[in-house]
């Protein structure tokens, strides 16, 4: 045998050891409202009912797999979002979490800004009529052509993350005859207790400008000194799926500093602060997300706190929520294809998607809830891997969930909390194509990002 080589063993799937898992739930029909969309419901006949619909029709209607979005849902968060922090906050939706024609012009009725980081995301936001001035542009790379299409159109800031940025977005803005509002995105040493991947405050990362020996001061000198930028304020965002408010205590602190020993050096108060997004949300029952208004109120004392500490007028605040508004909106339906036991181990149910519709547990190593939706069952729970159709051993899309026994191919089940990041970051890995978004309302159902097809395959190979 290779010395790179090892024996596979019944171990190398990473079986979970007895206890390491949570004990299955009392009741494998229940539908843990923490977890799901709002509206979603179980009819009389145990079928999982959302929006008035229930899935077998929308199935039927429009296939598997399929990401099944509440309307109703994601307006009545976004509308809390933007209550909870008033009109002297803004509020910018994350639209890298999850953006379409449809929730720009949602984000638009209901009086949110919207968070843009590349030239598809802009192009998508002004062609479904977001103003520009309530547009921000981020990214940690911005082309020529996307900075001249931001300043052009107007948009109402640009997130400046590098020291070539600021020189860039200045010289663009003047040879287009603008003053360009921007903010200095810094890096603030914070720890955040989440994944690696996407923690962001800490100093070694490819974002923002680090306040540690004093690159973050010598930006702000910069961009003060150059006619085509108007500074308006310090972004932070510390990281993603963030429980703790601990984190942005500590960022509130070393921006309010900046803040501070800008007026002191320049005598000029900066008028906003960006706290950035990162909020979590319940993707399974042992998660404990905040309420809107608990993020507004403890962001609002912590940066009021800090500022009068430091004898300086609180700025305005921003906050960037993504998938706090739209994760828990959507659920991806799927059908079982193959369910295969392994005895002493667990059971592989193989639905009609993976990877390719849901990338954050082989990239993140994320925890999903999933249940059976197009009936009720009685049977004993079974410990179960739900697994896709790719060619990749870690084409896994929920770990390790109790599923019902008498689970059979044909069988509709949903993974709930998939509006965020998993459209968005979908694929044609093996050539497979991406599933639609379907918005339900009311008895409704419409297409607002319809799926792809093989034609849409061929047609960008040129051969």
Request: hydrophobic share 40%; aromatic share 6%; net charge negative.
């Amino acid at each position: 045998m290779s010395r790179s080589a090892h024996p596979a063993g019944p171990r190398h799937a990473d079986v979970l050891p007895e206890g390491h898992y949570s004990a299955p739930p009392a009741d494998l029909n229940s539908l843990d409202p923490k977890v799901w969309a709002r509206t979603v419901t179980r009819d009389a006949d145990g079928v999982v009912v959302v929006g008035g619909i229930d899935v077998k029709t929308l199935a039927e209607e429009y296939g598997t797999p399929a990401y099944i979005l509440d309307e109703d849902d994601f307006r009545d968060r976004a509308r809390a979002w933007r209550t909870a922090f008033g009109t002297d906050a803004d509020v910018f939706y994350a639209g890298k979490a999850f953006l379409s024609r449809a929730v720009v012009r949602w984000l638009h009725e209901e009086g949110l800004n919207l968070d843009v980081c590349s030239g598809g995301e802009l192009a998508t936001a002004l062609s479904a009529g977001m103003p520009a001035d309530r547009i921000a542009f981020h990214g940690n790379n911005k082309s020529t052509e996307e900075i001249e299409r931001a300043v052009g159109a107007g948009v109402g800031r640009i997130v400046l993350d590098s020291f070539q940025e600021i020189v860039r977005v200045a010289h663009i803005a003047q040879s287009l005859g603008r003053r360009q509002r921007v903010q200095i995105r810094v890096t603030v040493g914070v720890e955040a207790h989440t994944h690696e991947f996407i923690a962001t405050a800490h100093e070694d990362q490819k974002f923002g400008i680090p306040l540690a020996g004093g690159a973050a001061a010598e930006a702000v000198r910069r961009a003060l000194q150059l006619d085509g930028l108007e500074l308006i304020g310090i972004h932070s965002h510390i990281g993603s799926q963030i429980f703790d408010m601990s984190g942005f205590e500590v960022a509130a602190h070393r921006v309010v500093g900046l803040l501070k020993d800008i007026r002191d050096e320049h005598g000029v108060e900066l008028p906003e602060i960006d706290l950035g997004g990162g909020l979590g949300i319940a993707y399974t029952s042992d998660d404990d997300p905040r309420e809107p208004h608990e993020i507004a109120k403890a962001l609002t004392e912590i940066v009021t706190r800090e500022c009068e500490s430091a004898r300086l007028r609180t700025p305005r605040i921003s906050v960037e929520p993504g998938r706090a508004i739209v994760g828990p909106t959507a659920f991806t339906l799927y059908e079982v294809g193959t369910v295969k036991p392994l005895d002493g181990l667990r059971t592989y149910v193989s639905v009609d998607g993976g990877m390719s519709d849901n990338i954050r547990t082989a990239l993140y190593d994320a925890e999903y809830s999933v249940a059976l939706v197009s009936r009720a069952s009685d049977a004993e729970p079974m410990l179960a891997r739900v697994v896709g159709k790719h060619c990749e051993s870690g084409d896994i899309v929920v770990k390790d969930a109790f599923l019902p026994s008498d689970l059979a191919p044909g069988d509709l089940i949903a993974v709930p909390a998939t509006g965020a990041y998993c459209r968005s970051m979908a694929s044609n890995y093996n050539h497979v194509l991406r599933p639609p978004v379907v918005a339900v309302r009311e008895g409704a159902a419409r297409v607002i990002v319809r799926r792809e097809t093989e034609e849409d395959l061929l047609r960008l190979d040129v051969g």
